[in-house]
């Protein structure tokens, strides 16, 4: 069947460095497209990040949406008038509401059950256990749309579209130096990621010479709270502390005025890649969280990870496998990647 989508929704109601490798989809759609529609079904606090990319026309608030009664529901998504929705990131009730509103095309995986009852057009695509990186299993998904399997991994960063940034406010444009690197280090990850540990981060910000960079802390003010009870601001030096003074929207701004971010498995780095920053991503080897699956896809990022398959940590909080880089091997692999940036 040939689909030619007017007005397609991309359900993807996930976090942060999720919705960033999603973007690359939208990109191709825009390009195969070029007069479609695409609404944005994603989490209020994702907003800021997802209405940073050109590719999107329209955000659909999936926290309002759920304070309403399903048959409010069923009326806002008929009211689209999308002739497509792609589940990306699987959810029964989006699954069930799509169906209920009559959208003639309804893309899923078949590993959901709920797929099955209630999409049109099923894709056989299993994640957790693919070779594939997480921005080309999202190209996979809308193969019937785009008429191609995928993309290699060096050809995906041209399609963000993540040029809708909001300017910088001036008290945080004049913390920019116009001749040392601007770094960022974001050490901690909400949970969504294992993580290198606030000490690894502070040893690396006394290795890096600060007459060639100025150094960044980014976060939350309650991860600024545990950077200072582990005595991060303590050990490390010369670093500029701005967890807790940005919101998101911000904070996407003033990444893409920096130079560089280093970070573990988080939206941040994706956003940092996706602005064509270096970003240098610190992995566990563990398989499904391995850089295989959501190493930083941009011209300008990398990562660092063990060279070895171990699961011994999958159940514990840690990777020691990640704590064990050590923050000299960081600084190499940082000084590499500006290396080449200077070529």
Not at 21 to 28: A, K, M, V
Not at 113 to 132: D, E
Not at 150 to 166: A, C, H, Q, R
Request: aromatic share 8%; hydrophobic share 40%; glycine share 6%.
């Amino acid at each position: 069947m040939q689909m030619k989508p007017r007005h397609i929704i991309i359900s993807r109601t996930d976090s942060i460095g999720d919705v960033m490798l999603t973007f690359p989809l939208l990109g191709l759609l825009k390009q195969k497209y070029p007069d479609i529609r695409i609404t944005f079904l994603g989490m209020n606090y994702t907003r800021p990040v997802i209405m940073s990319c050109s590719h999107v026309d329209d955000f659909l608030d999936w926290n309002e949406m759920q304070s309403q009664t399903a048959a409010a529901k069923v009326s806002l998504l008929k009211s689209m008038e999308a002739d497509t929705i792609l589940h990306v990131f699987p959810r029964k009730e989006i699954a069930q509401l799509a169906r209920k509103a009559g959208i003639p095309v309804r893309i899923g995986t078949t590993g959901r059950i709920y797929h099955w009852l209630n999409c049109n057009h099923l894709v056989g695509l299993s994640r957790k256990n693919s070779p594939f990186h997480e921005a080309q299993l999202n190209i996979m998904l809308a193969k019937k749309l785009l008429g191609q399997p995928t993309l290699p991994l060096d050809k995906i960063s041209g399609f963000y579209g993540f040029n809708k940034i909001v300017k910088l406010p001036d008290e945080l444009a004049s913390l920019i130096d116009p001749v040392r690197f601007n770094l960022i280090l974001h050490p901690k990850s909400k949970g969504s990621a294992r993580e290198w540990g606030s000490d690894n981060f502070a040893k690396l910000s006394v290795l890096l010479p600060h007459s060639l960079f100025k150094i960044f802390v980014t976060g939350t003010k309650a991860e600024g709270d545990l950077l200072i009870q582990e005595g991060f601001f303590d050990k490390a030096t010369n670093v500029t502390d701005l967890t807790g003074k940005m919101s998101l929207e911000k904070m996407i701004s003033f990444i893409n005025a920096a130079d560089g971010l280093i970070a573990a498995s988080t939206g941040p780095l994706h956003v940092a890649a996706a602005s064509g920053k270096i970003a240098l991503g610190i992995y566990p080897p563990i398989r499904p969280m391995h850089p295989g699956r959501w190493a930083p896809v941009g011209q300008k990022a990398g990562f660092i990870v063990e060279q070895k398959e171990c699961s011994d940590c999958r159940k514990e909080g840690n990777c020691q496998c990640m704590l064990n880089i050590s923050p000299q091997q960081v600084k190499l692999k940082l000084e590499s990647m500006l290396n080449d940036d200077f070529q």
